[in-house]
């Protein structure tokens, strides 16, 4: 086991590592997903063997499947080069963590051959492999600190920070520009022409400004002026329109605008943390359970493998929801603890939330209750515990050299 650890280029004492681990197996999970296996697609003959080695050698694809292609393997290159152990150039770490990409991308692909309803693309691997090499030359920087927050701590693991990035990303999901007349014309039809009020949908957006705002100061240290919250939604709102497959509505406008209205109006009382806790977890009982079509003789069945809505679904839909999850689950564990409450208790309340929440869908139209939310609630919550800015902050003796400290 010792020379095992001495030959892997990875500390694996290491939090990075752990989540580096698991990512891992989630993407292997997700490629091999739904685990239909068949063996006719064995290759015999020598042409058959070159198509089949190359995954298709098809460079055909879409903007949309490059740039999912491209973003999965992210966390792969970065979690890696942040959990390697062997203190070289910044490069060597890039290049370790991209060797090792080559065959897991290549081999899922080469695996999806014999996986009912998956077509293996050799695009597909080689998107992976640069988005890992991307990341791992961005992770291999070293120093990723606070932008004028809490010194000594590094950057990404700011959990504020990251779940405000988490709500950009949730409002801009699928990434793709254009400034095609046509999608910008479509993308503004809902709000102009078909304007309708969605009251979910405009009460999770006045929330997710509130928590933007609320995360924010706990980020910086120091509260978002109102004006400069304003400008930000202009901005995303107005990004919007420029984004292929997203429409702008009048739940995303008058969200925001009731957000900056509670702001003005009651400040403090919205910023409380246990009434920012109870205002989330009402709402994402609400959205657990809507349209509250609720009948004992339709029941709908429970699936006990993880993430199955999400990898059955439209791959869109899938983003959207995985970023919306991420930032609403974490924001409840963060502000629960905020509240006096042990990571302990706060990871079992929550889970044992989102898992009455999943049994009670059940007995709800319109949903598909699964272990997922439950399990995500739990990995958040340990990325939260592994994580914590404020339990590391601590005063550092500054290093003043030898001949000053005899001076001292």
């Not at 009020?197 to 928590?211: A, R, S």
């Not at 420029?242 to 995303?252: C, G, K, M, P, S």
């Not at 706060?346 to 007995?363: D, N, P, Y």
Request: net charge positive; charged share 15%.
């Amino acid at each position: 086991m010792q020379i095992i650890k001495r030959i892997l280029p990875f500390d694996c004492s290491k939090k990075e590592f752990l989540f580096f681990v698991l990512y891992t197996l989630f993407i292997i999970y997700g490629s091999l997903f739904p685990f239909e296996f068949k063996l006719s697609n064995i290759p015999i003959e020598v042409h058959n063997l070159k198509s089949f080695l190359l995954c298709n050698y098809c460079f055909k694809t879409s903007i949309g499947d490059i740039v999912t292609n491209l973003f999965l393997f992210v966390p792969f290159g970065f979690l890696g080069v942040r959990s390697m152990r062997s203190p070289f150039k910044p490069l060597y770490y890039t290049f370790v963590i991209t060797l090792i990409c080559i065959p897991i991308a290549h081999g899922v692909q080469l695996a999806q051959f014999f996986v009912k309803g998956r077509v293996p693309s050799l695009m597909d691997s080689i998107c992976n492999i640069i988005g890992c090499f991307l990341a791992g030359l961005f992770g291999s920087i070293s120093k990723f600190r606070f932008i004028f927050g809490k010194r000594g701590q590094e950057l990404w693991k700011s959990l504020p920070l990251l779940i405000m990035i988490c709500w950009i990303l949730y409002n801009l999901v699928p990434f793709i520009p254009t400034l095609d007349f046509g999608e910008i014309k479509n993308s503004l039809k809902p709000l102009l022409l078909h304007p309708q009020f969605d009251f979910l949908n405009t009460i999770k957006n006045t929330i997710g400004w509130l928590i933007f705002y609320y995360m924010y100061k706990q980020y910086k240290d120091k509260n978002l002026e109102l004006k400069n919250l304003s400008i930000i939604i202009i901005i995303i709102l107005i990004s919007k329109i420029f984004i292929e497959r997203t429409v702008l509505r009048v739940a995303d406008v008058l969200g925001g605008f009731l957000s900056l209205l509670l702001l003005k109006i009651l400040k403090e009382k919205v910023q409380n943390p246990r009434i920012l806790f109870s205002i989330i977890l009402f709402y994402l009982t609400i959205e657990g359970l809507w349209p509250f079509d609720f009948s004992l003789a339709q029941r709908t069945n429970f699936n006990i493998i993880p993430f199955y809505g999400y990898l059955t679904g439209s791959l869109f839909v899938t983003a959207h929801m995985m970023f919306q999850k991420a930032f609403f689950y974490a924001s409840l564990i963060w502000i629960l603890e905020q509240c006096n409450v042990r990571w302990s208790r706060a990871t079992i309340f929550c889970v044992l939330w989102a898992a009455t929440i999943e049994i009670a869908q059940i007995w709800f139209a319109s949903h598909t209750p699964e272990t997922t939310d439950p399990l995500l609630m739990f990995l958040i919550a340990l990325w939260i515990k592994k994580n914590r800015p404020y339990d590391k902050i601590k005063n550092k003796t500054k290093y003043l050299g030898p001949d000053r400290r005899k001076k001292h």
